[in-house]
């Protein structure tokens, strides 16, 4: 039999918990003009929209088209802004197009957009760290088109020196060790920087946890959604920076038996969208998994 460890923390954050309760009570409000939207994925993984969806609720996701162009789908009803966050133009066309709001933006998110607009009215340079297109930066962007978004190393590289007074910021859920490189570059190139590291505490709690607790393990299963980016950060801290084979799966249907045979240890952990009961079904599988019966192959 394998030995099974459960990270801990994994799963659920405090934003996420959040959001899904906020689109629930608004199911059970009779009250709130219908239909019901949600701009993009209200957290990135597609059993909790397809809950959702199962309930009546509309989720507006389409690749390449901004949450600010999907608010044209709607004519008439509710709309719930994601965890993730949206611009202030977003907010102004729901209420000119005379929708109801629901804000689920979680409050880590909310607190970086406010340092942001803080340091743009003291007229200081922005430097925004984050994934191109993903809702979060999106938002953060859509503050203000002068805000440089940085993505890598050599983007910082390409910046043309400055003592213009610059706030660097990020998005919530990077690679804690990816982030800690691209600050140091930041602050060589420009020691009167102000950098504010904005990675929530969930993120980094599961970050840290991952790479504590990899090191003497054999393989580590990361359960989470393809679109899921702090899943995504999980997956490339184990991978670079611990012993573990490292596997992203989102389901117990994407473990191939073939894939645990011959080893002793295996951790498991999760996105921090990820439902409870999709990582609990790994966990349960792998500690009941005998790789000299058969039985105990199948799912
Ligand atoms: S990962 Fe962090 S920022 Fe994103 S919803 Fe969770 S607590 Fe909020």
Redo the contacts with the bound molecule.
């Keep these: 039999m394998m030995q099974v460890l459960p990270i801990t923390p994994r799963g659920y954050?405090?934003?996420?918990v959040k959001?899904i309760d906020i689109v629930n009570k608004a199911i059970e409000n009779p009250t709130l003009p219908r239909p019901i939207y949600i701009l993009g994925m209200i957290?990135h993984n597609r059993f909790v929209v397809d809950d959702f969806t199962q309930k009546g609720v509309i989720t507006l996701n389409e690749t390449g088209k901004t949450r600010l162009e999907l608010l044209d789908y709607v004519k008439e009803g509710t709309v719930i802004i994601t965890?993730?966050g949206t611009e202030d133009a977003v907010f102004q066309k729901i209420k000119d197009k005379g929708l109801t709001l629901i804000n689920a933006t979680?409050k880590?998110?909310q607190k970086t957009h406010d340092l942001i607009k803080g340091y743009l009215e003291k007229k200081y340079d922005i430097l925004f760290i984050g994934k191109n297109h993903h809702p979060e930066t999106e938002g953060a962007l859509g503050i203000d088109p002068k805000i440089q978004l940085i993505e890598s190393l050599e983007d910082v590289l390409k910046l043309s020196s400055s003592d213009h007074p610059i706030f660097v910021t990020n998005q919530?859920?990077l690679s804690i060790r990816d982030l800690d490189k691209i600050f140091a570059l930041i602050q060589t190139k420009f020691p009167h920087a102000v950098i504010s590291d904005e990675i929530?505490n969930?993120?980094r709690i599961r970050q840290e946890a991952v790479l504590k607790s990899n090191n003497n393990i054999d393989l580590c299963f990361v359960v989470g959604d393809p679109f899921s980016h702090?899943t995504a950060s999980l997956v490339k801290l184990s991978k670079t920076f611990t012993n573990a084979i490292t596997y992203p799966i989102e389901s117990v249907d994407d473990i191939r038996p073939e894939q645990l045979l011959g080893y002793k240890t295996v951790s498991v952990t999760s996105g921090?969208s990820t439902p409870t009961l999709i990582t609990s079904r790994v966990i349960e599988y792998l500690k009941q998994f005998d790789e000299t019966d058969k039985s105990t192959w199948v799912k």
């Design positions: 954050c405090p934003g996420v959001a957290v965890a993730h979680c880590d998110v919530t859920t929530c969930s993120t702090n921090a």
